[in-house]
């Protein structure tokens, strides 16, 4: 079982910059693949951007050159660096863990932390 608490969201100015952190529960933390998802209202739920256990990336095409993901295995934690804020970044920002084994999937998420890009 992997629990995770993201933090770091909030109001922002358009042009601003964020930066949230999803700190991870257990000792298997760097054998997880991690990715950022959003949901705005009345949207599905999206992928942002993610990284594999061995340090690969891949983001959303609109977020490209914005945002960048990264994680600090030590600390358990992976994070979304975002500049460049845009009002239609503005969604509910999640954190997931996934890993997949010959016997199950492993799929966890995070409760979610609120972005807000306004003037």
């Known amino acids: 079982q992997v629990q995770l608490v993201e933090s770091g969201g909030g109001l922002v100015q358009p042009g601003g910059s964020l930066r949230l952190s999803c700190a991870a529960s257990g000792s298997t933390f760097r054998l997880y693949t991690m990715g950022w998802y959003r949901q705005a209202p009345g949207k599905q739920r999206e992928l942002v951007a993610g990284i594999t256990s061995g340090g690969s990336t891949n983001y959303t095409d609109s977020v490209k050159g914005r945002f960048t993901i990264s994680r600090d295995n030590n600390k358990n934690t992976v994070y979304l660096q975002m500049n460049s804020l845009k009002p239609e970044d503005t969604a509910v920002y999640y954190c997931?863990?996934?890993?997949?084994?010959?016997?199950?999937?492993?799929?966890?998420w995070g409760q979610g932390t609120q972005v807000t890009v306004s003037s």
């Open positions: 997931n863990a996934a890993r997949s084994r010959p016997w199950r999937e492993y799929d966890y």
